[in-house]
């Protein structure tokens, strides 16, 4: 029974009309057309033309006839990594990633990407093939059983199920819409075996289909919002602006540049908004970051969150005496979700609307005679920020051996800035904050990361994507643990042949290679086989692996990889003793009354 219950979807798939596409062919019989066929014509219909997936019971045949469809259907070895790569899909091209996956097992390997684009505001549409409805709701034990929608639920903006075929049309047009519009996020769609062989008359069906009209509406913000927030910044002697990935999301790049130049104001992008404006722009304050926020008086945030990535919006990092403590600034804050203000403090002028509606209208209301900030507050951000930037000259130009994350990230920095366009994935402790404070990012939306949850295992995926996306060299500067987590990959970058480097800053371990058990048994649990000679995987598939011990080894390597577009894997071997554990983040391990 489970036998032939698994297999129908895919015999019927077999035995369907070879003709591909609805509607193409002018037979004189009426002309029949099935689920799988319906769920691609839909997502064409709806501009949707590459899925990440990785195939299976019920949906090989849909990857199959997706990609005979004209569609682009990358395939993956684990369905995280295809997840994370539909995710950031979506961050870049305003449009829902898709990623397709089996039953169960497939859908559960999914579903941490789904939450991580509900987590970070990327649309995306996580669609699963799923067992018999009947078997799985009286729970008898089918093949792959699980009720996938259940699950997908809480860590999902939306999730829906379609049961027939000619519900299709209103299952991905209520997916796309809830993925787009108003705050993005994941949205799971669950499609049962059942329903990719069910056929109906290819005209109904047509019909059935739906285009999604402005599936992202505009949203006005209300003109006395926008009046309070300018008073306020208005009044205003030591303003800051901090621009979130919201901002780089929502392509309203002139405008946003206008606005800030306008302002006059010093601004701190967070990780993923840095190149919106170039990070060498005389406003920009990220390096006197731990000077502007405690001295701030007004601070507007634009498409960020006060999370635990700004410190709630209190405590020292914003000058109260303890961590609970308010530092007294007043705060705007420009988003689209209309809950989002007071999360943390309060928010004293909260904008709520669209990025684009809402620069807009800040623009307008500010007018030509825009008085920028006091000159004593320019000046101190400036003394600050100049003397920082001095001092990590002076450590970069160090050339220290073995080498360490400063001389090989100064590297990439010189890389980044002789190709802008790049887009730079990144992910690792101190790989990841090293690399965030040292190689300055030029252009919008080029530089992609661990996001809200700090998570590791985005890296390959975001450089499928990435290149599949843009077309563009991808830079990948990974931790070596992180690495590890979407590692096979690798195969993926080399069987699309993408023109993707990845660059592991190999120091032996997790925060650092140096730990020991003290007991003498076994390896620490952050630490991994020593000098690891990661570049031999990528040649192991046909791409182009170097060690690199030196700086120059480094910069060589990574030219030449520019140049060939290959893939590319450099393992840069890193001074083991050279991480702090957790990176910057330390302070969130839990401090044990004794160490161990
Ligand atoms: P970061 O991590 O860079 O600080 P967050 O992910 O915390 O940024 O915040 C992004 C914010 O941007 C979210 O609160 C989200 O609601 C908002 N946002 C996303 N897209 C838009 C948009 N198109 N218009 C306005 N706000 C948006
Ligand atoms: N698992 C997941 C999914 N996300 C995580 N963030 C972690 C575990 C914990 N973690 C970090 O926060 S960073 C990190 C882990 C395992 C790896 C750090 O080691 P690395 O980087 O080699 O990638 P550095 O340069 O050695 O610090
Ligand atoms: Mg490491």
């Given at each position: 029974m ?46 949707i033309?590459?899925i ?17 469809n ?103 047009a ?66 800051v ?27 701190l ?9 170039p ?34 919006g ?21 988003d ?13 002028a ?12 800040l ?34 130009a ?19 800035k ?50 599949v ?58 630490v ?24 120059s ?8 990889a ?35």
């Amino acid at each position: 029974m489970t036998d032939t219950a698994t297999k129908t979807p895919e015999r019927a798939a077999a035995e369907a009309t070879p003709k591909i596409g609805s509607g193409s062919d002018a037979q004189a019989q009426p002309q029949e057309i099935d689920g799988f066929q319906l769920v691609i014509d839909a997502l064409k219909l709806n501009g949707i033309d590459t899925i990440y997936g990785l195939p299976g019971i019920p949906i090989t045949d849909l990857t199959r006839r997706a990609q005979a469809n004209g569609m682009r259907v990358l395939a993956f070895r684990h369905e995280q990594n295809a997840g994370y790569a539909a995710s950031i899909a979506g961050f870049l091209t305003q449009k829902p990633g898709i990623c397709l996956t089996v039953s169960a097992p497939g859908f559960l390997n999914g579903l941490n990407a789904l939450a991580h684009a509900t987590v970070n505001c990327f649309p995306m549409i996580l669609i699963s093939g799923s067992s018999e409805r009947e078997i799985v709701d009286l729970q008898q034990g089918d093949y792959e059983e699980m009720d996938q929608l259940a699950v997908a639920k809480p860590v999902a903006k939306a999730a829906y199920r379609v049961l027939h075929a000619d519900d299709v049309g209103v299952g991905i047009a209520r997916a796309i819409r809830a993925a787009l519009s108003g705050r993005p996020g994941g949205v799971y769609l669950d499609l049962p075996a059942r329903l990719f062989a069910q056929s109906i008359d290819a005209e109904t069906g047509s019909k059935t289909l739906i285009k999604v009209v402005d599936p992202a509406p505009r949203q006005i913000p209300a003109p006395e919002a926008v009046t309070r927030a300018l008073d306020l910044l208005r009044s205003a002697k030591r303003p800051v602006i901090v621009l979130g990935k919201g901002a780089a999301y929502a392509q309203a790049d002139s405008d946003i540049r206008a606005l800030v130049e306008k302002s006059g104001i010093p601004y701190l992008p967070m990780s993923m908004a840095k190149g919106l404006l170039p990070d060498t722009h005389e406003q920009c304050a990220s390096a006197a970051r731990s000077f502007v926020l405690p001295g701030a008086d007004v601070v507007m945030l634009i498409g960020a969150r006060l999370n635990w990535l700004l410190s709630h919006g209190k405590g020292k990092t914003w000058g109260g005496k303890s961590a609970k403590d308010w530092g007294g600034q007043k705060f705007i804050q420009v988003d689209i979700s209309p809950q989002e203000a007071d999360s943390n403090v309060r928010i004293d002028a909260p904008v709520v609307g669209d990025m684009r509606s809402c620069v807009a209208a800040l623009l307008a209301g500010m007018g030509a005679n825009w008085a920028k900030p006091p000159g004593e507050w320019l000046s101190a951000v400036g003394e600050k920020k100049n003397g920082n930037i001095a001092k990590m000259a002076e450590t970069l130009a160090k050339n220290p051996s073995p080498m360490n994350f400063h001389s090989a990230l100064n590297v990439v920095r010189d890389i980044i800035k002789a190709n802008p366009d790049a887009i730079l994935v990144n992910e690792g402790a101190n790989a990841l904050d090293f690399t965030r404070s040292i190689v300055d990012m030029y252009k919008p939306r080029k530089r992609i990361d661990v996001g809200t949850w700090g998570i590791m295992g985005v890296g390959m995926g975001y450089c499928v994507a990435a290149a599949v996306t843009t077309g563009q060299q991808v830079i990948a500067v990974e931790g070596d643990s992180a690495f590890g987590f979407s590692g096979m990959e690798v195969e993926t970058i080399c069987r699309y042949n993408l023109p993707v480097c990845v660059v592991i800053m190999n120091n032996n371990g997790v925060y650092k290679g140096t730990d020991v058990d003290p007991t003498g048994r076994d390896p620490a649990p952050t630490v991994f086989v020593k000098s690891a000679r990661y570049e031999k995987l990528m040649e192991a598939f046909g791409g182009v692996g170097v060690m690199a011990a030196t700086p120059s080894e480094l910069r060589s390597a990574m030219e030449e990889a520019i140049r060939s577009r290959k893939p590319t894997l450099i393992n840069a071997a890193i001074d083991e003793r050279a991480g702090t554990e957790s990176g910057r983040i330390t302070s969130l391990n839990p401090a044990a009354k004794k160490k161990p």
